[in-house]
Each structure stands twice: as C-alpha cells, then as structure tokens.
C-alpha cells in the first residue's frame, strides 16, 4: 500500500487550485497538478455552506477511504484535491456512490490506471 501525505497548509491548497487541472464529475470536483515526488498528496475540502461540521466531517472520513480503495490504481506523482459541490448531500452520503464518483473523476483525469 502507498504511503500518501495529506495538504495541511493553505499554501499548500492554493497552489494546487490555482495552477491544477480542474476535472468535474456529478457530485465532487477534483484539482490535480504534478508534483514531481514519488507520492501523492491529497486534500479534501468541503464548504462551511454544505452542512454541520459532524457532517463534514463524515463525508471527509468517507472520502478518504475511497481514496484509500483506490490509491493503488493511482499514478504516482501528483497533488490532489478534492472539492465537494454545495448541492451535495451531506445527509445522504453514500461510500458506494461517492467510491464510483471519484473513480469517474479520476478516470477523466487519466490517473487511474487500467487493470
């Protein structure tokens, strides 16, 4: 399994917003720019806008056990973030909808490798 470091610094996010590829899918958005390491580095933001904070914070556990399922299949090398739309949710969040949803997204940004 691959070790993946997770953006903490709002520097950090910004680079990644302002120079990153954006790639939108139904329910989440995903930023990705090269970071030239051998890891990668994920962020998940989600709005105050969306719901309460134990709700932002499910979606964020759940979020990041997605990526976890899927980080094997993923390139290496890259800053990801990944941004929850406002009309997202939070109530009825689902793992299996938003596990589909970031292998969509990802996909289209072609850093998932094909098995």
Do not use: P, W
């Not at 996010?13 to 990705?32: M, R, T």
């Not at 990668?40 to 105050?48: D, F, R, S, V």
Request: glycine share 4%; with cysteine.
């Amino acid at each position: 399994m691959k070790k993946t470091e997770m953006l903490k610094k709002n520097y950090q996010f910004k680079k990644v917003l302002d120079k990153g590829q954006f790639f939108d899918c139904k329910e989440i958005q995903i930023v990705i720019l090269k970071n030239n390491k051998k890891i990668n580095l994920l962020g998940i933001a989600i709005g105050t806008k969306n719901g309460k904070s134990f709700q932002r914070n499910r979606a964020k556990r759940i979020i990041r056990e997605c990526y976890m399922r899927l980080e094997n299949q993923l390139t290496e090398g890259n800053s990801i973030v990944i941004l929850i739309k406002k009309e997202f949710d939070l109530n009825n969040i689902n793992f299996n909808s938003v596990l589909e949803s970031l292998k969509r997204c990802f996909f289209k940004a072609k850093i998932l490798k094909e098995d």
